[in-house]
């Protein structure tokens, strides 16, 4: 299961960097791979997500990017994690919940990191706009995992 | 779907939305660019004068940056995203065309305004 979920995040960045960008903000993404992520909170665990989250971010990071690239993922996949840990201990959220709170936290912190490594303030601007985007994105993602998570044979976890 | 998702998309969208308008409330036309790479300002641009330069990156590269009717933008660059050019043209104060893999910034500024303020706002 460690291995499929790892693997299949990695297929997802890569199908995600193919699709073109239309609008001119840095940053906005759809988050396909937090698809995967939230799968292990369901069917592994917090502990075992967060390995897979970190596994994922290294590894895309070291084939695809460089290391400023995985030093906004990283930030921003850590921060998401935390985010989505709290609302899915709580219980009282659904995964569309932990969806959203994921890619609102994961572009937040994405911006923070490019604020202390660019060091511009101004950068605040794009807050607004990306924590719509995360929204529009969690959503999708959320609804994305409800559906792929009951079509999941069960006997996969062993 | 549960009532919190819906309380907290809600709640999120409403933040957003009250600082996509604060933010576009308190801009005005800003009278110059300031260039900044890696973080040291490089150079400031009269937004008055029609002019075209070539900034070099941080570890090389090029950004072209075109200044016209008061606007700036990038008109071309050897970065892999191109999202400084795509980004299009900036004239309100605190506007901001980010080049990540050049490590190049172009903000707005007014005449007054100095590298102390930015470092207080930061």
């Known amino acids: ?158 | 779907m549960k009532k919190n998702d819906i309380i907290l998309i809600l709640i999120i969208l409403v933040i957003s939305g009250a600082g996509l308008f604060v933010l576009h409330a308190t801009k005005s036309s800003g009278s110059f660019v300031k260039i900044t790479v890696d973080g040291n300002v490089v150079a400031t641009y009269d937004l008055s004068v029609n002019q075209t330069y070539e900034l070099e990156g941080y570890e090389g590269g090029y950004n072209i940056l075109v200044i016209e009717n008061g606007e700036a933008y990038f008109r071309e660059a050897d970065c892999p995203d191109l999202v400084c050019v795509k980004s299009g043209k900036i004239h309100k104060v605190g506007e901001t065309i980010v080049c990540l893999p050049h490590r190049v910034v172009a903000e707005i500024v007014n005449e007054g305004e100095d590298a102390e303020v930015d470092t207080v706002s930061q």
């Open chain 1, 1 to 158: 299961m460690y291995g499929l979920l790892i693997a299949l995040a990695f297929v997802l960045s890569y199908l995600e960097s193919l699709i073109p960008v239309f609008i001119a903000v840095p940053g906005v993404k759809l988050g396909l791979t937090n698809l995967v992520v939230l799968i292990a909170f369901v069917r592994l665990g917090k502990k075992d997500a967060f390995i897979i989250n970190v596994i994922r971010i290294l590894l895309v990071g070291f084939t695809f990017g460089n290391t400023y690239s995985l030093l906004y993922s990283l930030a921003g996949g850590i921060l998401s994690y935390l985010a989505m840990l709290l609302l899915w201990k709580r219980k009282s959220f659904s995964l569309l919940g932990v969806s959203v709170a994921g890619g609102v936290c994961h572009n937040i912190g994405q911006i923070l990191v490019a604020m202390t490594v660019l060091e511009t303030g101004a950068l605040i601007y794009y807050l607004p706009i990306l924590m719509i985007s995360g929204t529009i994105a969690g959503i999708l993602v959320g609804i994305l995992c409800k559906e792929v998570i009951k079509r999941l044979p069960r006997n996969l976890d062993s």
